[in-house]
């Protein structure tokens, strides 16, 4: 049966977690509005690339309602643990629930924990799984050294990480049209819908500033990772960026 434990870690709040706090019941519905349903089928794709590696241990960083850790429990075949990670105690509520309905295989799992100091003994998990939550870890963030390090300590040497993350796409004249999308409707929606300015403005101003998959690459092998590759999505709006230990 999925569950969640609970440790009280103390930590004060940003606006970002307050955000996913007042939003977690409408977060899948806000995120499908955002991508016109293209992040379900983004998701997908990092599903199909990290089972094509046969993990036993998956780890889900910022795993929020769940849906990675679900699709994971759904179609893997044979014995596979999934530990989905989240510090919003809201968002992983959201992911017990949906889990006991829609995966009640008991392989997914949700533990409430900072990515900063994760609950897990070195080299725990063959691959792990980060869908849209990189950009909060390492972008801007003063704890993005530390983020990296924990990801590098928690994975088995030889071990995956993939990650499905927005990114920069190449041609000029599309990113400036995506650019310009996230400025306009994704930021007025986005207040309209969660009623924070702040949160809004550091997830579009974020998305703007992303780093390049060059800049990335560069940035995750100066982490220890010693492999990376790119598979942009949607005109690379998006992409699977995958790095190896
Ligand atoms: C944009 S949501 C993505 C959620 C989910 N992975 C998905 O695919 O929809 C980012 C999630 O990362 C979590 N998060 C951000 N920073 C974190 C940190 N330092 N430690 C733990 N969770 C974090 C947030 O609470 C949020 O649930």
Known sequence: MPKVKAP?????????????????GRYDRINRLFTWGMDKRWRKRLVAALLKL?????????????????????????????????FSKPMLEM???KAKELAPNGKATFIHGEVAQMPFPDETFDCIGIAF??????????????????????LKPGGYC??????????????????LYLRT????????????????????QSAIHFYTPEELE????????????????????????QAQK
């Open 8 to 24: 009280e870690d103390g930590r004060r709040q940003t606006p970002l977690d307050r955000m996913f706090g007042v939003i977690h």
């Open 54 to 86: 046969e993990p036993k241990k998956v780890l889900d960083i910022g795993c929020g309602t769940g849906d990675l850790s679900i699709s994971i429990a759904r179609q893997s075949h044979g014995k596979v643990e999934i530990t989905g990670c989240d």
């Open 95 to 97: 992911a017990v629930k």
């Open 133 to 154: 939550a990189l950009r909060n870890l390492i972008f801007e963030n003063p704890l993005a050294g530390k983020h990296l390090s924990e990801i590098i300590r928690v």
């Open 162 to 179: 993939l990650i499905v993350e927005s990114s920069q796409p190449s041609n000029k004249i599309i990113r400036l049209l995506s650019h």
């Open 185 to 204: 409707y994704v930021y007025g929606v986005g207040i309209l819908i969660s009623g924070s300015r702040d949160a809004y403005r550091y997830l579009v």
């Open 218 to 241: 560069k940035l995750l092998l100066a982490a220890g990772f010693r492999r990376f590759s790119f598979r942009p999505l949607f005109f690379g709006a998006a992409g699977i960026y």
